[in-house]
């Protein structure tokens, strides 16, 4: 009896995340964030510098490297799960059972999200309790600031699976996935205000809501050197921005990775 399709999506979120497990992806990125929270909380003592007075002061220093920790998880476990299975084939003999083309990609979406989100929280979950030792005291901000960071990875993961979708070199996708978020999205996001254009539909300018929940816009030289406020995100908009590359960069990747096979 051929197990549901929810089983075999389940059979296969375990696989991966068993893989990713075993790999060194995880222990790395894990390395990562275990080595950013002790510069944040180790140095500043070390260098007679004060700590901040406030909670959400605080962990806005950590949030200010969410955003790259995000995108760093989208590479790392979304940006070739699927070139990966066109280059080695191993989709057909992995499972027992048959399993259809977008039932695999939903397991593999499904067991980024879960890795992703468990180095997102760990690292919210090491920065809230810094804060609650040193400050004594937590906001409902830092929460949102968590959930925020999610829903920005799930935009990040969903772009990273339609590039690897549309590519054939692992190389490509996972380099590509990484200087879209780095590099070529914000790149857009810092000119299209000088043509008078708000780049809320950019995701990387969206995901300012992440660190602005926790204190005022920050304040970049405007042009001719004076200050000005940058693009402020509305946090409702850029929610449903997270949500629309989540939902139409899935469901590309899974139209375009059945076209592939069915036509390879």
């Known amino acids: 009896m051929t197990p549901s399709p929810l089983a075999q999506v389940i059979t296969v979120a375990s696989y991966e995340i068993r893989k990713y497990i075993r790999g060194r992806r995880l222990l790395g990125i894990l390395i990562l964030v275990g080595l950013i929270l002790a510069l944040f909380i180790g140095l500043p003592p070390a260098l007679s510098i004060p700590y901040a007075s406030t909670p959400n002061a605080f962990v806005s220093t950590f949030a200010t490297f969410t955003g790259l920790l995000v995108v760093l998880s989208g590479v790392l476990f979304a ?10 084939r191993t989709g057909y003999f992995l499972f027992p059972n048959p399993v259809r083309r977008e039932v695999l990609v939903l397991g593999k979406i499904a067991a980024s999200l879960i890795v992703s989100a468990a180095v997102i929280s760990l690292y919210y979950g090491g920065a809230a309790l810094a804060a609650l030792a040193i400050t004594h005291s937590l906001t409902w901000d830092v929460g949102l600031s968590y959930v925020y960071a999610l829903a920005y990875m799930l ?87 997270f949500l629309a590359y989540a939902i139409v960069g899935g469901v590309l990747a899974i139209l375009w990775f059945r076209r592939r096979e069915l036509s390879s």
């Open 79 to 88: 940006a070739d799960a699927l070139v990966s299975e066109h280059e080695k």
């Open 155 to 241: 935009a990040v993961v969903g772009v990273a699976y339609l590039v690897s979708a549309t590519f054939k070199s692992t190389v490509a996708a996972t380099v590509l996935t990484f200087f879209l978020f780095t590099l070529i999205f914000s790149i857009v996001g810092a000119i299209l205000p000088a043509a008078k254009i708000d780049p809320w539909f950019i995701p990387t300018s969206a995901s300012g809501i992440i660190t602005n929940v926790l204190g005022r816009a920050e304040v970049r030289p405007g042009p001719g050197g004076g200050a000005s406020v940058g693009f402020v995100p509305d946090p409702a908009t850029s929610l449903l921005v």
